[in-house]
């Protein structure tokens, strides 16, 4: 019986919840750089302050729309999060990610249409469109959409329970948007520490950062792709990842197959409160219940661990944290003026 389709309702993803605690048989879950080119600048670009005169109630716009998407939809939270995050890697947070390739013809594709990014949401997509539209009735040409994504996903954050942070402003939206830069920015789901640790430092973003952003898995959901071959076939031994908890490895074998199974089916990261941002992803990963192996990972590894540790014990450590984290990951690569940057007036497309 398949358990959740990524299109279905919240109701579906709460009977897989269900399912895999009912399985778990209530366990005690609460369920050296690379290139630099990408790196964090200083937030003196940025401001808190950047539209206090131009549009003071940006703040307000945007939250009048996440708010309503959050409540009619609540997986917009985790994709547009994840949707800033693969904004962020590849070209910086100048809102490349939301070209659309119609607009540069055959030959280039898009951020967008690349292979890791076809599982992003279109809730996500959908609900920076409609911010803009609504900021731009306003505020017309003032607003980039890089600014729209970075105060859309701290809104999701807060709204499913975690953290409030301000957000620095004052990004314009990148004028460059290709298919060909995204596989080597994005971190894969079989990612070794090491690997995961090569990337994030490339932007700027420490050992701690990765661990804290990762907490983002808290919520949201991943496809059986992302984690079969740990349930099968973990790295060529023809058996499961020996860490993976048993309970929690049979009821995701019900819903992922080795082969043949519905490409559209989804299992939460946190099988307690997958729309929830608490700091329960890392109490899971100390129970092994991790749903990535790159997840996994991080309790495992020497240097990852007492950080996993501290965060599970500490909520409030956690969410000042990632506050923190979100501002770094939120600087890395942006553009400002008009040599670099647009304003664009829909965010899919380039200003000509
Ligand atoms: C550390 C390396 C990371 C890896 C390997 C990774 C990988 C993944 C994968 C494979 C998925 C599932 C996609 C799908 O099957 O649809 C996913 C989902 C998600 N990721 Fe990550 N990710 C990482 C870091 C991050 C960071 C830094 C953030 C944000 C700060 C983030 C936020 C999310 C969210 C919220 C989802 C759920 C999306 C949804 O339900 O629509 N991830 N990630």
């Known amino acids: 019986m398949p358990v959740l389709t990524s299109s279905s309702s919240s109701f579906t993803s709460i009977s897989l919840s269900i399912l895999l605690l009912l399985i778990l048989n209530n366990t005690t879950v609460i369920c050296s750089a690379t290139t630099r ?56 947070c100048d809102a490349s990610i939301i070209i659309s390739s119609k607009q540069q013809g055959n030959k280039m594709l898009a951020e967008k249409d690349a292979p890791d990014n076809k599982d992003l949401r279109e809730e996500g997509f959908e609900s920076v469109r409609k911010a803009k539209a609504v900021v731009e009735s306003k505020c017309p040409g003032v607003v980039s959409c890089a600014d729209i ?27 460059i948007s290709m298919a060909s830069k995204v596989a080597s920015n994005i971190p894969q789901a079989n990612f070794t520490v090491d690997q995961l640790l090569i990337l994030f430092s490339s932007k700027g973003l420490t050992l701690e950062d990765l661990v804290v952003l990762s907490g ?16 099968y076939d973990y790295r060529g031994s023809k058996n499961p990842d020996p860490i993976i908890d048993p309970r929690l490895l049979r009821a995701l074998r019900m819903s992922c197959p080795h082969y043949g199974g519905n490409a559209d089916i989804v299992a939460p990261f946190d099988v307690t409160t997958p729309f929830v941002f608490d700091h329960a992803y890392y109490g899971n990963l100390e129970a092994k219940l991790g749903l990535l192996a790159s997840d996994q990972a991080l309790s495992l590894d020497p240097r990852t661990k007492p950080i996993v540790q501290a965060l599970a014990k500490d909520k409030q450590k956690f969410f000042q944290a990632f506050g923190a984290a979100m501002e770094k990951m939120g600087s890395i690569g942006v553009k400002r003026g008009r040599k670099h940057g647009e304003k664009r007036k829909d965010c899919s497309m380039h200003m000509l």
């Not at 964090?40 to 109630?57: D, E, I």
């Not at 904004?87 to 910086?92: A, S």
């Not at 959901?221 to 071959?229: D, E, G, I, K, L």
């Open 149 to 175: 994504l970075a105060i859309s996903a701290r809104d999701y954050v807060h709204l499913a329970g975690g953290p409030y942070y301000q957000v620095k402003k004052g990004r314009w939206d990148g004028k």
């Open 37 to 92: 080119t990408n790196m964090t600048r200083p937030n003196r670009q940025l401001s808190v302050n950047y539209y206090a005169k131009s549009c003071p109630q940006v703040d307000q716009l945007i939250g009048s729309i996440t708010s309503q998407q959050f409540k009619e939809s609540p997986v917009s939270g985790p994709a547009t999060i994840r949707l800033f995050f693969h904004d962020c890697f590849v070209e910086g």
């Open 216 to 231: 983002a898995h808290t919520f949201g959901f991943a496809h059986c792709q992302n984690f079969v071959s740990r349930l």
